[in-house]
């Protein structure tokens, strides 16, 4: 069991290499012998002190502490805290046994923590999925200020984090999006629209109602005026659908398209349900899934947050027209509709353009789709060569089908977010808060 812990440190085979070199010296200058039986003398009771000042007793204590989950795209924070319980100062090199998902086989901390000292050292992890993370154990080798030996410590800590949607974005835009801002972008507390579908009852005409409310078969049986009475709408029904196909298994800054939508979906929803409307969720691919219908109710969010962290793909090709029927079957209101998707190319939307326009005349449909950066990038350099010329004029070929992509969509009356992966939540917070103002 001692061996499973003892380890010989760089210093104690530069020191022992010296000592086979004063012996090869001593061989042929006898007069150096007993200088040489007096260096390994020395040397033997240096590893042995040491060995006896690291592994007398346990005297160092390491605890991992992280948050409860983590968020999927930021650094998250860990720390671990060290006490030093020797006598000495002593020199530690910590190998956390992080998640698979990091790929990070290199990890390290280096740290050197005085006698009776307790530290706290932290790094930070970006997690690039969603899912359940495992920690498994801390291991430290242990080096006293003489250096020849060092002993590990293994600190069993097992710990399984799940990652959920950037919640840390969130809680930067709830801090951007006071109400006071919300203000400024038209938004208010209380909302009427109007006249809705929502019909309350039929009542006599009083002065102040308005005439376009009259019911004239009504006032016909009656002999004078009656109105219908509608209920003031407070709250719209609010959707957000996103695909899960393959297009959306591209990836921007190690982040795929879907957990960019996922992400920007997580802030939405909050800003959503703070100006009181009503919210829902579809996900589909070849199949619909993590379907909430919309609702306001306390716990609404939190489970619109569980289904976004547990949405799964295989990234099959999506079925668009599923998507059209279950929304005619199971949203009957007129709705707002977010749909996350990504078009690389104009046939792509041909095929999926007749069912858009169909959902379009039913519900108020904006669609966001992405801007490729790396495609930009290309579309804008100086070509040098042969090959850059034409990497560039295809770059730009593509640009103007994706612009031409757009403006079919704005002339079937649908709203149309195109934009890099990095602004997709300031827009679309920005284009719900502009149809707020508006009877959608």
């Known amino acids: 069991m001692f061996w499973k812990h003892f380890f010989l440190h760089s210093r104690f085979f530069i020191a022992f290499a010296v000592g086979i070199i004063s012996l090869v010296f001593g061989h042929f200058y006898p007069s150096l012998t007993y200088i040489v039986y007096g260096y390994w003398l020395v040397f033997i009771l240096l590893v042995f002190v040491d060995s006896i000042l690291l592994f007398a007793k346990r005297n160092l204590f390491v605890e991992r502490n992280t948050a409860d989950r983590f968020s999927n795209g930021d650094q998250n924070p860990i720390w671990l805290t060290v ?4 006598s000495f100062p002593i020199h530690l090199k910590i190998i956390d046994e992080i998640p698979f998902q990091f790929q990070k086989r290199d990890f390290k901390i280096l740290a050197h923590i005085e006698k009776g000292e307790k530290k706290t050292l932290k790094y930070e992890l970006r997690p690039i999925s969603r899912g359940l993370y495992h920690f498994k154990n801390i291991n430290v080798f242990t080096k006293s200020p003489l250096g020849l030996v060092a002993r590990k410590y293994i600190f069993e800590c097992p ?35 109007g006249h ?18 009259i019911n004239w078969k009504a006032t016909a049986k009656r002999d004078h005026l009656m109105i219908n009475q509608y209920q003031d709408e407070r709250s719209q029904q609010v959707y957000m659908l996103i695909d899960k196909g393959r297009l959306m298994q591209n990836s921007f800054e190690d982040l795929s398209l879907l957990d960019h939508a996922i992400n920007t979906c997580l802030v939405l929803s909050h800003i959503i349900l703070r100006k009181d409307d009503k919210l829902g969720l579809f996900t589909f691919r070849n199949r619909i899934e993590n379907q909430i219908l919309a609702d306001n109710k306390i716990g609404q969010l939190n489970k619109l947050q569980e289904q976004l962290y547990r949405i799964e793909t295989n990234y099959k090709e999506a079925d668009f027209g599923l998507l059209y029927r279950e929304l005619r079957n199971k949203v009957k209101q007129r709705s707002l509709l977010f749909l996350f998707t990504n078009f690389e190319v104009e046939n ?5 353009l007749p069912y858009l326009k169909a959902i379009a005349k039913n519900h108020q449909l904006v669609v966001i789709f ?18 850059e010329t034409y990497s560039k004029a295809s770059s730009q070929a593509y640009q103007l089908q994706k612009e031409l ?15 890099h992966p990095r602004n997709i939540t300031t827009k679309t917070i920005n284009q719900y808060l502009k149809l707020k103002q508006q009877s959608f």
């Open 83 to 86: 006490e030093n319980h020797y």
């Open 159 to 193: 710990k399984k984090v799940p990652v959920f949607p950037s919640f840390l974005k969130l809680r930067d835009f709830l801090t951007l999006l006071s109400e006071s801002n919300l203000k400024k972008h038209g938004a208010k507390k209380i909302r009427r629209l």
């Open 196 to 213: 809705t579908m929502e019909f309350e009852q039929i009542k006599e005409y009083t002065l102040g109602d308005d005439i376009r409310t």
């Open 348 to 352: 792509d939307l041909n095929r999926k």
């Open 370 to 387: 992405f801007k490729n950066d790396d495609i930009q990038k290309e579309a804008q350099i100086e070509p040098k060569t042969v090959y």
């Open 405 to 419: 992509m757009v403006k079919k969509l704005h002339k079937q009356g649908i709203i149309t977010i195109y934009t």
